[in-house]
């Protein structure tokens, strides 16, 4: 199985992090970016809304004429539409308006005398196009139509320029990340050696440290252990020579009485042995002298 360094670990875990929150950010921005150009495109076009409704309450003898002259004022289509949701004018060649456009969403709610806003794809071009329509004089309603394309070419710059920036900070984290990982690492690398040596009966390590982080407290609580075992062992060392002179005396003491009683021992087995061959030989003699 794969074992990670702490270094390793704490790279990936600030990389890992670095990363969430710029993804979380980059997404972030680009729904608040996109909302706020709809948004900024709807208060445009409802402001532009109000104005040409001024000019069709007072030109409406050429509807048709107006809502072309009005498309070009306001750089947007221009519909307009009668109390019966007939078309008077309408200046857009992507998809000219049609009677059946009296029943989209934005108009039906125009001609309650509310302002209305709807979004849709366009059949014949497949363009999504943003619509408001405002109430006008004589129950006339006024809609302007203009294509997201803009917004949508400004969200994508945007995200990709979004996008270039998260790189780098990516990478510059990665980096920061590699630096601090191994600030971080040095300490603790230095105790564990410290503890390996510890483990080997190498007391003489000094990893005394002013910081007064985690680091610094492991690192003066393993020096102060290091020199109690060393003056623990001085002690264990000395009641182990005393033990071994001790052994060494006694033995001495004893040696002498057991070999004199060694050498007492073995003069009797060969007086012994000296008196059992006298008797054999004196019996032997006599077998022979019958």
Known sequence: MLRLSFRTKLLASHVGLVIAVVVIALLDLNR?????LHRQLDERLLEQAHGAAQWVSEGR?????????????VKADVTIFDPTGEVLGDSSE????????????????AMRGEVGFASRTLETTHEEMRYVAVPAADGLVLRLGEPLSSIQATASSMQRRLIFASGLAILIAIGLGFLASQLAARPLRAMTAA??????????????????DEFGLLSRTLTALAAELKRDMARINKLLIMRRDFVANVSHEFRTPVAAIQGYAETLLAATSSSARRSDSARWCKTCSR
Request: proline letters at 8%.
């Open 195 to 212: 503890a390996r040596r510890l483990a080997h009966g190498d007391y003489d390590i000094d990893l005394r440290s002013s910081s007064p």
């Open 61 to 73: 003898r050429h509807p048709d004429k107006l809502a072309g002259r009005l498309a070009l004022i």
């Open 32 to 36: 608040t970016l996109v909302s706020d």
């Open 94 to 109: 992507r998809a000219p308006a049609t009677d059946d456009d009296a029943r989209a969403p934005e108009v039906v709610a």
